[in-house]
């Protein structure tokens, strides 16, 4: 199984801060992406990095993959209660038989 | 486009008792995904069906099983309910299997009494 942890589990942050959630493992990924879910909805995703170093960005939102493919983080700029939810990063395996999903994060923005 | 679509949206039953969820992957995608997601926690990965056939398995109990039809909709079968099954069950489905990139449908939340 590869495991992926997630930091921090929960962040409760006011409206116009900064934040930084991680996503770490021992395993190497053919991809990542992260997933943002919330209540009564599905996961749907937000990007996918595949090149070691990459970085992409979605508006407010900062994805970078680590240089080894084992790690990645996802930075938002100036968060607003929208971005409220269940962040989840998840992992292609080299083999790409399955996905296989963090322990995700739950952000709360304070108006 | 509509999207993956599951069904019933919510399910109550007593352990013991089966429970089937059903699930139609968005037009033109061949692979569908089965979750379990528990309250609170991330997703447990369960069940990966590409054309017609069961292609990985996550580590669950046998009593947890599916097919999918030639259609590419799915059915999650659950025999032998027990309380710890209590959970959002989420389908999703996927154009270019193994890339990572799902859809997903808003989920089926069984609840075991």
């Known amino acids: 199984t590869q495991l992926l942890e997630q930091s921090p589990q929960f962040l409760s942050i006011q409206e116009g801060e900064n934040l930084t959630v991680y996503c770490n493992s021992s395993s190497v990924f053919s991809s990542l992406q992260w997933y943002r879910q919330e209540p009564g909805e599905g996961p749907v995703l937000l990007v996918t990095v595949v090149t070691g170093g990459e970085v992409k960005k979605l508006k407010r939102l900062t994805f970078q993959f680590g240089d080894a493919r084992k790690d990645s983080s996802l930075h938002i700029t100036a968060a607003q209660p929208g971005d409220t939810g269940l962040y989840l990063c998840?992992?292609?395996?080299?083999?790409?038989?399955?996905?296989?999903f963090g322990t995700g994060t739950r952000l709360t923005v304070i108006p | 486009e509509a999207g993956v679509t599951q069904s019933p949206t919510h399910l109550i039953k007593t352990r013991g008792q089966q429970a089937t969820l059903r699930c139609s992957p968005i037009s033109g995608h061949t692979s569908v995904y089965w979750y379990q997601q528990a309250l609170g926690l991330g997703l447990q990965f369960l069940l990966w069906?590409?054309?017609?056939?069961?292609?990985n398995r996550g580590n669950f109990p046998p009593r947890f099983s599916g097919r999918q039809f030639p259609n590419y909709s799915s059915e999650l079968n659950v025999n032998a309910l027990e309380l710890e099954d209590s959970a959002l069950y989420l389908c999703?489905?996927?154009?270019?299997?193994?890339?990572?990139?799902?859809?997903f449908g808003e989920g089926s939340r069984l609840t075991v009494l």
């Open positions: 999703a489905s996927s154009l270019l299997p193994g890339t990572g990139e799902l859809f």
């Open positions: 069906y590409d054309e017609g056939e069961e292609r």
């Open positions: 998840a992992g292609a395996g080299t083999g790409a038989n399955n996905l296989f």
